[in-house]
């Protein structure tokens, strides 16, 4: 669930702009940022691993990004290493230079990564799926043979992109000198929206990104979601071409956005993740409700940041106390796309400190938005019962996690999934709870698809195991886990003596 942005602008430069969406866009990821910028015939970039703001701290390294369209994102791995030379965007020079900025995580990539190399005759540098991504694109593009492209070789490009490319797929190209591609994969998993903003010498600047809170910042009106499959090319001189590029569409994107991933702020397929958290909310009372109707709850506290929403409209349904129990540390980023285990254990305790008089002789209702590896509420529970409570419950606004995720979130292995194989009261038992609640599936695709009733599926894999691309294998599963193990990176991360060669 990277973040990525796109800008093609009437004025002179992008470059403080792409920061900005980047740093709305920074929930998405912590580990590298980058922006690539166009102007003339030359290409500026500047990516490096961090947080937006120290990766672009110095003013002069703003001044050099020139030019005005260029494309940017921040990372947040699920593919390959987290070193800075798989920071994005990825460039690669043939034909026409490509810039890309990818979100998402492809299932086939190992067979890519042959046939460019076996067939294509193209080079990766890299490990990371977006650099094979980025070279599926320039062949297709390049196999159009022409040398003054029109956005029909742009489209037939994408359209080669869908045949060849499985899995998930939301995506800015940059190409040199003409303009800038966002396309998204057929059935819609990653979001990616566009707007525009009236130009103050005539026309449009027009902004793509990852979510809407974008635009909002940068004073861009929304105008529409990128569709499944669809592509929109915004060329240099301000025009917006789109088409559908994928012969069979099927919108199914991911409802892990709603729960977690995405900003409450942000409207995403005609949602509002706000609304969708608050209908959260009710349904999890309507369940207590229902099944523990003589409950002893004295106050609902929610675990900051993500479950607020849906926690305030919990308590307020029950009838019962909401507290702001828990501070967080407003300079300790989101725990849970942290790299290794140990940093985000050790997170929780930084990040969140309890008001001991909201829980001290207290029946206490914790409501988090999800359960993953099981780090934050294992944590949360112990100081709440240290912090004084008498009962410590535990609500989830999300089912039990149970399934890898393959789709561009960084829960490769099942073994490290908390829920995964565990009953109900073996789960209370390891994370330490009086009572354990979580919210039915059916609640939760209610709760998300009653903003938009024409979204028929969403991507549920991490908590049914089905995936929506029905190419994930147990044998799929398997390498991915020996890859992407907490374990496995820690060692690759050991590894890695090679003096890195930056792409581009
Ligand atoms: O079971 P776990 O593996 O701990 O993962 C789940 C937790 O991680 C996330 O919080 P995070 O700190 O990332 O971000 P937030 O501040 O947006 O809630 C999520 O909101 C849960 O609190
Ligand atoms: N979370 C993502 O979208 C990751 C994008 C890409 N797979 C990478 O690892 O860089
Ligand atoms: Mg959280």
């Known amino acids: 669930m990277c973040g990525i942005a796109g800008i093609v602008s009437q004025q002179a430069t992008v470059n403080s702009d792409l920061f900005d969406a980047l740093t709305m866009l920074q929930h998405r990821g912590q580990d590298a ?5 166009n102007e003339g015939h030359r290409l500026y970039l500047r990516k490096e691993n961090g947080l937006v703001r120290d990766v672009f701290h110095a003013d002069d390294q703003m001044a050099k990004l020139r030019g005005n369209m260029g494309v940017a994102h921040v990372r947040y791995p699920t593919a390959g290493t987290s070193t800075s030379a798989e920071a994005q965007p990825f460039y690669t020079n043939t034909p026409f230079g490509i810039s890309l900025s990818h979100n998402g995580n492809l299932t086939n990539a190992e067979e890519l990564k042959q046939e460019l ?42 359209s080669g992109v869908h045949l060849r490319c499985r899995g998930a797929y939301a995506c800015v190209a940059m190409i040199t000198g003409y303009g800038v591609v966002g396309f998204r994969d057929p059935y819609g998993i990653r979001p990616i929206v566009y707007g525009r903003r009236e130009a103050a010498k005539g026309g449009y600047d027009y902004l793509i990104a990852s979510e809407s809170v974008a635009l ?51 409207v995403m397929d005609d949602i509002y993740v706000y ?73 929780v305790r930084q990040k969140l400190n309890p008001v001991d008089i909201e829980f001290r002789g207290k029946n206490v209702l914790l409501v988090d938005d999800s359960i ?22 535990f609500a989830s606004a999300s089912p039990p996690v149970r399934y890898p995720n393959v789709y561009g979130i960084d829960m490769p292995t099942s073994s490290e999934l908390v829920a995964h194989g565990r009953s109900l009261a073996e789960l209370e038992a390891m994370l330490g709870a009086d009572r354990l609640i979580y919210q039915d599936l059916e609640d ?29 294998t147990t044998e799929y599963l398997n390498q991915l886990e020996l ?22």
């Open 275 to 347: 609304k969708a958290r608050l209908r959260m909310g009710v349904k999890l009372a309507e369940k207590i409700l229902r099944d523990w109707a003589d409950h002893d709850i004295d106050v609902v506290i929610p675990i900051p940041d993500t479950s607020r929403v849906a926690g305030a409209e919990l308590a307020a349904r029950l009838g019962v106390l909401y507290r702001e129990g828990f501070i967080k540390n407003r300079y300790i980023g989101r725990t849970f796309i942290m790299p290794g285990q140990a940093q985000r254990k050790k997170s």
């Open 444 to 472: 939760l695709i209610d709760a998300v698809q009653f903003g938009n009733p024409n979204i028929t599926r969403f991507d549920c894999s991490v908590f049914n195991g089905e995936y929506i691309t029905q190419d994930v």
């Open 216 to 266: 909002d910042a940068l004073g861009y009106e929304l105008v529409d979601d990128i569709a499944p499959g669809e592509a929109v090319l915004i060329t240099l001189d301000g025009k917006l071409h789109k088409r559908q590029c994928a012969a069979n569409p099927i919108y199914s994107p991911c409802i892990f956005e709603h729960v977690y991933l995405a900003r409450p702020d942000s």
């Open 372 to 393: 993953v590896r099981g780090t934050t509420s294992k944590e949360i529970i112990e100081m709440a019962r240290d912090a004084g409570a008498k009962k410590v419950y």
């Open 483 to 504: 890859f992407r193990s907490d374990a496995a990176k820690a060692a690759r991360r050991k590894a890695q003596t090679v003096i890195e060669l930056p792409n581009a």
């Open 33 to 37: 940022a980058g922006i690539i910028t």
């Open 117 to 158: 190399f076996l067939e294509d005759r193209r080079h990766l540098n890299t490990e990371s799926d977006s650099e094979v991504l980025l070279n599926v694109f320039a062949h297709e593009l390049l196999q159009r043979g022409v040398l003054r492209l029109t956005p029909e070789d742009i489209f037939a490009a994408v």
